[in-house]
């Protein structure tokens, strides 16, 4: 599978997923569970896992606002219904199913890649040289901002400026750390641009690095492609069916 | 193939007198390469992988050249080249050059991150390596180079009145630091510390050394309160000190990146804040006197943007909280990167001064000749423990 | 358009909007600020308000589409919210990029210009953002002003004008903090690399 065919995937099966109701879901869930399945194998634990993380705070949220102090659900607000809690409980139940649906297909998809490097993934994408330019450079500022972030947190709780726990203190200078940061970056990068960069002509060095690898859609992309837009369709059949 | 060492003081144009030679070369006839003394200064910035960065340099078809392989690729492919330390950057990028296109080596300090063994090897590549070189470097020349002097500048800027700090070293009385019971591991992460133990005693300057990963970063972060250690005991003169749970450190620490540390834009907004975050009992000190101590760094006014001063010299201002002396135990990261002979001893003689005033001092160093001279006891960090050599 | 400077603004704004999560991680502040950066990025380019405006965008969806695909995958969908965003920053924000950069400092003017700027990205954020709100996430999001879409439920409004005026009430105090946050950073950029960045584009 190329990287541009499950972008697609991903795009459709999102989608579908979207525009899906209750049972509509249960078709994205089947070919989201086959990809896993396939693609990812041994990583489908890992998978769950992750998106589950994410999910479950946002969930147990929607729990706690739609049944413990609402009591209903939006149908039943608009039309003035008495409502009920299980009303609730279902409407909370489908917006996380579908939630927990998008959330595990890009999880399941950055896994299936996440062997490759950041080069050899942009490189295969079909996009514009500009973009390809753009995420390179992005990727690569957000590993210096990272490291000064480490580095910048330490020193300043070493200064007695921010704090390591929750307090007022954090709230008030808090935004001190965000500065040392950025003006660290932009040291790097000026110094980059003002000496490294002009001498080496490194930038010129990218584009020889990204182009030339766009993959066409190969077999197994159409046939992913294929089973998404299969369950975008059966899903939208049973909304309609079934309501 | 012409070798050239470039010699000469802080600020008396060295930097740019490299960069002119390397941007000097006709276009199409010859591609340099450089590494310079700054932060990640050794990296293209465009990559987020080990094996990115190389890939961007490898020369298509391959040059029948010497590889230089100090870092193994295979292994380190995966990380980040941010997340390596200096040193490793460093080897990172001789490696690059050393597969690249680039006919010509231009390196401003570098070398200073590297350890002994590292060093010798990387001077020995670029010693007999089929390519031009320059080199910039605060310690002896290689030997065969040809030697270019830049004398020092007519009106020198950042000028240090070491006089003036030596004069500030009072008597100060440490606390003992006692480390009784270490235990720490990250979360999703390995193990740093395991019943490890060490004392800190005032008075005495430790170099703490240890493979990259071991610890020593983690170690500081602990004693300034960053990171919260399991299932520790650390004492302060006797009494439980615990600075994750707040409360403040009586540490003074200088990064070794300098930007990496400071708390505003301009010097003012740095000392302001600082003085306005110390805790309860600790004296403030006053603006007069820190004004003073810029001043005796070479830099002529409080308002002085930080970011806009050259690297050596924000690389000075750096130490100006330690040496200030208001927190009694001073952590130094790579003090001397970038710092000339003079600059270099003039230092480890007035932290010797701390030292014998009563301070404690913890520093890390690749610099051998520094080390020399600043009297140390070793901190070796590694498997999990903390010895004392 | 796009100089190499400008590519590089954009980058770093980008990844400043994708590193503030890990900053408010460390310190543990419940505010989400990830546009920050895109602020920044309209003042730092304000001398052209057009390039702003697309040096922004770029910055805002590659900022979004990096933090949905590695960090949080809800954050895509409020791209709307950043076109928003960035034309209120690049058109009205930047009117104040003399103010900020003021020196010595006009603190009456500063307060006033980011409250403005402030409520009015977060007004127009807030309402362009309700239907997302709505359609993908039920009307929660996981931060504390579900419990104000809550109250306003519990009080008979429909869904989508619980959701609006839920944003209404959090968003301008969220985003008068991020134009805050962006206008001091950018008061303290060095004159350098703002005059460096603002350099026209060759033709």
Redesign the interface.
Known sequence: MTPNGAVLFAAVAILGA?VSGGRGLAAGYAVAALFALTQIAPRTGACLRRAAI?MA??AA??LI??VG??GKS?QE??SNAEGTRSAALF??A??AA??FL??FV??AV?LRFDHD???AFVRALRVPA?AK?????????????????D?????????????????L???R?????????????????????R?????????A??D??LDGGERRLSPPDWLWLGLAVAALALGQYLVWAHG | MAKEFIAGPNFSGRSEALLTRLRGGAQGEQRAFFIGPYAEAALSGLSSSVADEIALYRARPPRARDVFSRLDPVAAGARKPQSLSGGEQVLLALHCFSLSMHDTLGIDTALEQLDAVNRAAAIDYLSSGAFDALLIDNHAAPSGWRQTVRPPSPSPAFVIDWAALNATVVPRAAPVIDIRRLNFTYRHGPTIFRDAAAQLVPGRAYRLFGANGAGKTTLLKILVGALAPAASEIALDGKPYAPWRGGGAPIAIATQNPDQQWCGATLEEDLERRRGALPAGVAIPDIPKLAAFARALGVSGLDQHLYELPLAARKRVSWLWPLAGVHPWLVLDEPTVGQDAATRENLAALLARLCAAGHGIVFVTHDENFARLLPHAVLRVENGGISSL | MFTTQRLIVIALCAALNFSIGSIVYLVKLPLYFDSVGTILCALLLAADRRAAFVCCLVCAVTSTLMTGLLVNPFLPWFVATDLTICLVSAFLTTHAAETFRARPPRPAAFAGSVLRYGIITGVCAAIVSAPVVVYLFGGVTGSGSAFVVAFFLKTGQQLMSAALLSGLTADPIDKTLQVLIAALLFRATPTDFVTMVRAPART
Do not use: C, H
């Open positions: 979207m994410v705070p946002l949220f929607m606002i739609w102090v609402v939006p607000i608009a409407y909370v489908t917006v579908r939630l998008i959330v890009l999880q950055l490097t950041p080069f500009g330019r753009m995420m390179i450079l992005t990727l690569s500022l957000i590993e210096t901002l990272r490291n000064a972030v580095r910048a947190y330490t020193a300043l709780v070493a200064a007695g400026i921010v704090t390591r726990g929750l307090s203190k954090n709230l200078t808090g935004w001190i750390l965000v500065q040392t940061v950025w003006l660290t970056a932009i040291t790097t990068v000026t110094a980059r641009m000496d490294k960069w002009p001498v080496e002509d490194t930038l060095l990218l020889p690095a």
